[in-house]
């Protein structure tokens, strides 16, 4: 019997708004516990939440960038549990009337192009964190509700991926829709970004679904994928062993790449929703969605194809400077001053990003794209040789000074005077008889070793093409 993998993902963001969903607390992370709290995000009796309007403003954005249908008129709701890091004892959410209904998320996952459905956006606050001692001898735990009414968009796939390598497309391609349009800095290491898998497995052809299990604590995309994979093989063995798969949470232990069982979901649980009485209804009209939508940006997809058919890009070199809209933007803008296409990208996307830290951040970049038009030029102009402009690159970088302020402190001015470079061959020719006749003999990979010579001899400032030219005038 022939299995398929059936997955759905539910993607938590982060809202990079200033302050909290329903209070003017700040949302910046890593500050010390409990100082960023008021009565409202810690559920005091008696105080009254009120929307942040950003959060309405970049839930429709997203919403509009992936496709979804803006519903009108929206309900926050009540979802009652009680945890320590839960202080109201209920989380504030939407239920049956979402922000955003619909929309899609394109892959490419194993060459093969797909839409991946999804089901909804919702908002809704964060809950708190709890800390447990490391102290065997005293085992406490601790409360820090900084992160309690933080905003986040709740993003639900349909059950519509089949493999850990589409799930992982899926992640990738949200996280740069979300970050192109500004809404979320998606960073996985601080939880503005997290994701719980729902994985069954049914007989290929059949609609109805297996059982399900979701698998949480996963840090990054490449966990993601190795706990899908790892559950369609486990799942796989139970089914075949005629082994009951249990409806259950399972935590993914990297350490041993494995997932393990946390608890049982047998039963569901009974989160008694109902319209929250402190907030009123949502209304959006059509012409608000419409201003909203001007506001949106060229997106990833679009931007891709676009750099390979107007600056004729290979995919490889397109897909890498459409990481980010900020490196597309620094792209175009050297492109702009008069740069060919394909040498801005290569100088960009083969020498420029091995120096780079955050792709998000081009902007603030030591570099401008000024400076790196400047270095290009004086590359077109033979001032400097490719091989002195790496050095000058990593030198700018260092310094924060431009190309024509390093190639004249340092003196690397490339070489282009004929008889100064002639004389040097002469001296290189004479200084290797035996590599000249091995040469006229037919071994042309010798001559490698006389233009490495002739550059040594220069500094590495000698221009290229003349050594080459002048050498083989004086070999034939």
């Known amino acids: 019997m022939e299995l398929e993998a059936v997955i759905g993902l539910e993607v938590h963001a982060q809202l990079n708004t200033k302050t909290k969903i329903f209070c003017g607390c700040p949302t910046s992370f890593g500050s010390e516990s409990n100082t960023q709290i008021c009565p409202v995000c810690t559920g005091m009796p008696g105080v009254l939440p009120v929307l942040n309007r950003e959060v309405l403003h970049k839930s429709i954005l997203a919403g509009l960038a992936l496709n979804c249908k803006i519903s009108e008129y929206s309900v926050f709701d009540r979802k009652n549990y009680f945890y320590p890091d839960l202080p109201k004892a209920y989380q504030i959410s939407q239920f049956d009337k979402p922000i955003c209904i619909g929309g899609v998320v394109p892959i490419v996952a194993d060459g093969v192009k797909r839409d991946i459905q999804l089901t909804r956006i919702h908002m809704e606050e964060d809950a708190g964190k709890n800390i447990h001692s490391d102290d065997i001898s005293n085992p ?39 970050r192109y349009i500004n809404v979320s800095d998606c960073n996985m290491e601080e939880g503005s970004f997290r994701c719980d898998v729902n994985i069954s497995l049914r007989p290929k052809g059949e609609t109805k679904l297996g059982e399900k299990v979701e698998v949480k604590n996963m840090n990054s995309f490449k966990a993601v994928k190795a706990a899908i994979e790892y559950e369609i093989k486990r799942q796989t063995i139970m089914i075949e062993d005629k082994e009951r798969i249990k409806q259950e949470t399972r935590l993914w232990n990297p350490d041993k790449s494995i997932t393990e069982s946390m608890r049982s979901k047998e039963e569901a649980h009974d989160y008694r929703y109902f319209p929250d009485p402190d907030l009123a209804p949502i209304t959006v009209t059509q012409d608000q969605i419409k201003k909203i939508r001007e506001e949106l940006p060229e997106l990833p997809v679009q931007k891709l194809e676009r750099f390979k058919k107007e600056y004729a890009l290979p995919d490889l070199d397109a897909e890498t400077l459409c990481a980010s809209r900020s490196l597309a933007d620094y792209f175009e803008s050297v492109v702009k001053s008069g740069h060919d296409a394909k040498k801005a990208a290569n100088w960009i996307a083969n020498e420029l990003l091995s120096f780079v830290e955050n792709i998000e951040s081009m902007d603030s970049f030591k570099v401008t794209p000024e400076m790196m038009s400047e270095m290009l030029s004086l590359i077109d102009k033979s001032v400097i040789s490719g091989k002195i402009a790496k050095k ?62 002739i550059m040594k001899a220069a500094k590495g400032k000698a221009n290229p093409q003349l050594v080459n030219e002048i050498l083989a005038k004086k070999l034939s």
Do not use: C, W
């Open 140 to 178: 406490v735990s601790y409360v820090d509700y900084n992160r309690t009414g933080v905003p986040l968009m709740e993003i639900v796939s349909e059950p519509d991926m089949h493999t850990g390598e589409e799930a992982y497309q899926y992640l990738s391609n949200l996280r740069k829709i979300l």
């Open 392 to 453: 000058v690159l990593s030198l700018m970088i260092e310094t924060g000074k431009t190309a024509s302020r390093i190639v004249e402190d340092e003196g690397l001015k490339q070489v282009t005077d004929t008889g100064a470079i002639e004389a040097m061959v002469d001296d290189v020719l004479k200084a290797n008889p035996e590599i000249v006749e091995e040469i006229r003999n037919g071994k042309d990979k010798a001559k490698g070793f006389l233009v490495g010579q």
